[in-house]
């Protein structure tokens, strides 16, 4: 079992940024696959961004690439999503979320552990 706890999100001007952080539970916070996802109003979950146990492999959404940076420390069970050149698009509810093992990156459907959330509000 793991538990995800989200902080930092807030309310940010367009261009903005800010850093989100995700802490895990558990001793073997380094054997998961991590993941960042958002909701916004009246829209699907989407996977944002995606990172392997080693911090080495990662993989973002189109929407976010070159703006977001996702980031683990395993010796802190935290993982971390930076946002830079903030959009009014990127405003949503983000999850921290993490699944077992060495897992495709690609796929957003398999996660199995899921934090509670954090409103991210970008102001145009």
């Known amino acids: 079992q793991v538990q995800l706890v989200e902080s930092g999100g807030g309310l940010v001007q367009a261009g903005g940024s800010l850093r989100l952080s995700c802490a895990a539970s558990?001793?073997?916070?380094?054997?998961?696959?991590m993941g960042w996802f958002r909701q916004a109003p009246g829209k699907e979950r989407e996977l944002v961004a995606t990172?392997?146990?080693?911090?080495?492999?990662?993989y973002y959404a189109d929407s976010v690439k070159g703006r977001f940076t996702i980031s683990r420390d395993n010796a802190k069970n935290t993982v971390y999503l930076q946002m830079n050149s903030l959009k009014s698009e990127d405003t949503a509810v983000y999850y921290c979320?993490?699944?077992?093992?060495?897992?495709?990156?690609?796929?957003?459907?398999?996660?199995?552990?899921w934090g509670q959330g954090t409103q991210v509000t970008v102001s145009s």
């Open positions: 558990g001793r073997t916070f380094s054997i998961y696959t």
């Open positions: 990172i392997g146990w080693s911090g080495d492999n990662t």
């Open positions: 979320a993490a699944k077992y093992g060495i897992r495709d990156l690609r796929i957003g459907y398999d996660f199995d552990y």
